[in-house]
């Protein structure tokens, strides 16, 4: 059987599976393991070796952030400090402005730590609306949200929360502000190339309206918090991540963490992502302080928050198995052999390879991790025998992660579609455009520009 046939077959049925509902948890071990048969590699060892060891270690490393993100994201949604901020960016752009009022308040949501899918649940309501009444296509409203939630927020800006721009830090020693400049550069790509799209989409499409979904747009306004409620927080994940990081724990003494008995790391390998847990806490308690009396039931808030965390965290864990799995067979082996000898140097080897694996996994953070556990550390060898700054590999692989991961079978575009009540055939269009095609476009332009004149 070809080689090639063990890695698109398996990819396949796990997009057509995930397409058709199946939950990516129990889809993508089932796929693992029908890729193992295919390549003759005993089954039981790639679920006990390969499969459950890499979810599990992801599962290790990230638990604190995805809880951390889902409790703050809740108590932002139950509070009303989610959809305050929201209508505030909306009313002040209007309906004649629909588009870059969806985006910029997906944006500000997503950059200040809020879950995507809850800030995708607290801004659906009012791009219905915004829509309707700037006789907008409502198909686009997916793309809009992907394009505010998980484009540049999640991979470019530098500072962001977000996981994609977490895991990287502890392989290159590096911090959520890498590369700002490189960042900042792709940011603008994504975004303004983005809404240029949409905007020409807009005028070409009718405004056809689905069906809408339970969170809908008739939900009642809610007696909202006051603006500093909902922007306090947010601003003190950005300060309180960038003060930890840059600040205060680079002249701490954290030299026992060489001890093998505190895993025998450097502090730079865990600064980044303890100045993010550490902002992420403060946010919360800040929220749950303005908040509190807001919160019909603190105890009920808090838990669905922790419960919120972990289908995410286990559905990504189950793709990081799934292409730990695939990185393992010869098939892998041989196409990653073709992206080594890519023209360009370790920037776009690496970029190449993380891109790779975010297609076949469907996850950013996914495909991310497998990229750093597997090549990692050869390519941070390689950038400092060149003399290169490790903040642009950072830079890099976040970015070459956060294209080819929204492809149909990604959990969030599943998610996003669920909320609109459209399909994959009706509004899938728009998202690969401003999530996949234009991403790319900036991953290319930032690798030149890394290339030509390193971290900046």
């Not at 889809?27 to 295919?38: I, T």
């Not at 419960?307 to 695939?326: E, K, M, R, Y």
């Amino acid at each position: 059987m070809s080689i090639l046939l063990t890695l698109l077959l398996p990819l396949g049925l796990l997009i057509w599976s995930v397409y058709r509902g199946w939950p990516v948890l129990l889809a993508a071990p089932v796929m693992a393991l029908f890729a193992a048969g295919l390549a003759a590699d005993p089954i039981f060892a790639t679920l006990t070796q390969r499969f459950m060891p890499a979810a599990g270690g992801f599962v290790i490393a990230f638990l604190p952030l995805f809880l951390l993100g889902a409790v703050f994201g809740k108590v932002m949604e139950d509070s009303g400090a989610a959809m305050a901020l929201a209508r505030f960016i909306v009313s002040r752009l209007g309906p004649a402005q629909a588009l870059p009022a969806v985006v910029l308040s997906c944006a500000v949501l997503t950059y200040g730590g809020v879950s995507l899918f809850v800030v995708a649940f607290a801004v659906y309501p009012l791009a219905v609306a915004l829509f309707r009444e700037g006789q907008i296509a409502q198909r686009l409203i997916p793309a809009a949200i992907a394009l505010g939630a998980f484009t540049f927020t999640m991979s470019a800006l530098p500072g962001s929360p977000a996981i994609q721009n977490a895991i990287p830090m502890p392989y290159f020693g590096t911090t959520a502000f890498a590369a700002p400049g490189l960042g900042i550069i792709a940011g603008l790509i994504m975004a303004l190339g983005g809404l240029a799209y949409l905007q020409f989409a807009a005028r070409v499409q009718a405004p056809v309206s689905p069906a809408l979904s339970e969170t809908g747009a008739d939900r009642p306004i809610l007696n909202l918090p006051s603006l500093w409620c909902a922007v306090a927080p947010i601003l003190t994940v950005f300060a309180a991540n960038w003060v930890l990081a840059e600040l205060v724990l680079p002249n701490v003494d954290l030299s026992y963490l060489a001890d093998p008995a505190w895993g025998g790391v450097t502090a730079s390998e865990v600064i980044g992502v303890w100045a993010l847990i550490g902002a992420i806490s403060l946010a919360i308690l800040l929220l749950l302080a303005m908040t509190w009396t807001r919160l019909e039931d603190q105890r009920q808030t808090l838990s669905a928050g922790s419960q919120a965390a972990l289908l995410p965290l286990f559905n990504t864990a189950a793709l990081v198995g799934f292409g730990a799995v695939v990185a393992g067979l010869p098939a892998f082996a041989a196409v990653n052999a073709l992206t080594n000898d890519i023209p360009g140097g370790v920037l776009t080897s690496l970029a190449a390879s993380a891109s790779l694996l975010a297609g076949l996994t469907g996850s950013a953070s996914g495909g991310m991790s497998i990229a750093l556990d597997t090549l990692g550390p050869r390519y941070l060898e390689a950038a400092l025998a060149e003399g290169m700054d490790p903040a642009a590999l950072h830079r890099i692989v976040a970015l070459a992660t956060g294209g080819l991961d929204a492809l149909p079978h990604n959990g969030a575009v599943v998610t996003l579609l669920g909320i609109a009540g459209l399909t994959h055939r009706e509004a899938y269009g728009p998202i690969f455009v401003v999530a996949v095609a234009i991403p790319v476009v900036a991953l290319l332009v930032t690798l030149m520009l890394a290339t030509w004149f390193g971290a900046f």
